[in-house]
């Protein structure tokens, strides 16, 4: 019922910075639990990058992107956002939004999320 639309993907040079955008359309992502980040680059399993819950904004962050990446959401604009910083060419891969209408502890498992958009790819060029 809620179809997220993952904007902001391009080329980007090592070191930069690129800032992703989520929108949501059918129903708002408010009434889900939690909004996250995945990537996958080629040849790659999914992982998992970022999610922030609706409640009260308490992010969360892989190891491999922690000080770098910023999860952030926008009731009024039903969107959420990934702020990517200091972008290495281990981060190249298409990125995916995500909802989880309940709750799961398992909030790095993509078997946790109901809704997925189509992807953006990121390109880090070294």
């Known amino acids: 019922q809620v179809q997220p639309v993952e904007s902001g993907g391009g080329l980007v040079q090592a070191g930069g910075s690129l800032r992703l955008s989520c929108a949501a359309t059918?129903?708002?992502?408010?009434?889900?639990?939690?909004m996250a980040w995945f990537r996958q680059a080629p040849g790659s399993e999914r992982e998992f990058v970022a999610v922030?819950?609706?409640?009260?904004?308490?992010?969360y962050y892989a190891d491999s992107v922690k000080g770098r990446f910023t999860v952030s959401r926008d009731n009024a604009k039903n969107t959420v956002y990934l702020q990517m910083n200091s972008l290495r060419p281990e981060d190249t891969a298409v990125y995916y939004c995500?909802?989880?209408?309940?709750?799961?502890?398992?909030?790095?498992?993509?078997?946790?999320?109901?809704?997925w958009g189509q992807g953006t790819q990121v390109t880090v060029s070294s």
């Open positions: 995500a909802g989880a209408r309940l709750y799961s502890p398992s909030y790095s498992l993509g078997a946790a999320y109901d809704y």
């Open positions: 059918g129903r708002t992502f408010s009434n889900n639990y939690a």
């Open positions: 922030i819950t609706w409640i009260d904004g308490s992010a």
